[in-house]
T-cell receptor, first 110, second 116 residues
Framework: DAKTTQPNSMESNEEEPVHLPCNHSTISGTDYIHWYRQLPSQGPEYVIHGLTSNVNNRMASLAIAEDRKSSTLILHRATLRDAAVYYCILGRFGNEKLTFGTGTRLTIIP | EAQVTQNPRYLITVTGKKLTVTCSQNMNHEYMSWYRQDPGLGLRQIYYSMNVEVTDKGDVPEGYKVSRKEKRNFPLILESPSPNQTSLYFC???????????????FGSGTRLTVV
């Protein structure tokens, strides 16, 4: 399985944008890039996913590099409720398995 | 409300005493899976099920059993729990087994199990 690399932790100020990086240099052509987050004392929740083009939804934006070897999850205006562990995961369409790493722990500073 | 429900939320048990953690989803999802989460190791898949009566091992299946007799339920069974199975367990479901990650997973709130 192709792996992802994320920083262990990041800090950001409240009400500012947050850019969470993810490297996936061994990504294959059929791998989707998924982001999940896990709030304290909760199960992971889906954030966003994409294949090649940048994606936006109500929670976040996903910017995918042209060579697809890296991507960035963008939270446009961080709030204290965005403090969580963020997981970047590769998933192949038609393969149901998601392999979680240890993610990036995001701390929001008031 | 669409959700994955796990019970119990917390459980303390003794070594060797059989236990079952239940998982139920109300979204008519085909795919269901169990994960365990341990500090420094992230989430690791225990078992998964692509549909009724279809189950398969994940990355860490030793010491666990599962069954999928109905589409909505996917219980995790520990026949003889040991202290190394002390962990936080999550059940997850997805709409389609064939395109599981594409549709996104819904996770339960977790079961914290302590085996003494």
């Amino acid at each position: 399985d192709a792996k992802t690399t994320q920083p262990n932790s990041m800090e950001s100020n409240e009400e500012e944008p947050v850019h969470l990086p993810c490297n996936h240099s061994t990504i294959s052509g059929t791998d989707y890039i998924h982001w999940y987050r896990q709030l304290p004392s909760q199960g992971p929740e889906y954030v966003i996913h994409g294949l090649t083009s940048n994606v936006n939804n109500r929670m976040a934006s996903l910017a995918i590099a042209e060579d697809r070897k890296s991507s960035t999850l963008i939270l446009h205006r961080a709030t204290l409720r965005d403090a969580a562990v963020y997981y970047c995961i590769l998933g192949r369409f038609g393969n149901e398995k998601l392999t979680f790493g240890t993610g990036t722990r995001l701390t929001i500073i008031p | 409300e669409a959700q994955v429900t796990q019970n119990p939320r917390y459980l303390i048990t003794v070594t060797g005493k059989k236990l079952t953690v239940t998982c139920s989803q109300n979204m008519n999802h085909e795919y269901m899976s169990w994960y365990r989460q341990d500090p420094g190791l992230g989430l690791r898949q225990i078992y998964y099920s692509m549909n009724v009566e279809v189950t398969d091992k994940g990355d860490v299946p030793e010491g666990y059993k599962v069954s999928r007799k109905e589409k909505r339920n996917f219980p995790l069974i520990l026949e003889s729990p040991s202290p190394n199975q002390t962990s936080l367990y999550f059940c997850a479901s997805s709409l389609s087994a064939r395109g599981g990650p594409f549709y996104g997973y819904t996770f339960g709130s977790g079961t914290r199990l302590t085996v003494v």
